[in-house]
């Protein structure tokens, strides 16, 4: 049939599975071809960015959309493991292991580097929400 399934697990021994997509097929959207993957991936990108976004608060919403005063709305996704690899840097500069507690905010360019260096995904928004 050309259709590729993923199994997600079994049931007793009944495989349970989702379709994953259809095998070589190309899309065409607005003359621009395309895979289903991308496609889905791009879909992807807008639902978290709307969720995101949807779940901000009255404040967010009008410092954003009318004074400008928050700018556009980017996500950075990082590997597992990278902030036990930020505490690790902090605790090499001298901070306490059992004191140590993930900052909210980061003035130096080196602890920074650490989360940038593990991002997977970026997700970005320069459109204001509504309202």
Request: charged letters at 20%; glycine letters at 6%.
């Amino acid at each position: 049939m050309g259709d590729i399934l993923q199994v997600t697990g079994f049931y007793n021994r009944a495989p349970q599975f989702k379709f994953a997509r259809r095998d070589s097929m190309v899309l065409s959207i607005q003359v621009e071809a395309t895979t289903e993957e991308y496609l889905l991936k791009g879909l992807n990108h807008v639902t978290i960015v709307l969720c995101l976004q949807e779940s901000f608060n009255s404040l967010y919403r009008e410092m954003r959309s009318k004074d400008g005063s928050i700018g556009a709305l980017e996500v950075r996704v990082v590997q597992q493991g990278t902030f036990d690899s930020l505490m690790e840097y902090f605790i090499s500069r001298g901070a306490s292991e059992s004191q140590y507690k993930t900052p909210l905010c980061l003035n130096s360019s080196e602890a920074l580097a650490v989360l940038e260096n593990n991002v997977c995904a970026r997700f970005f928004s320069d459109k204001s929400p509504p309202l």
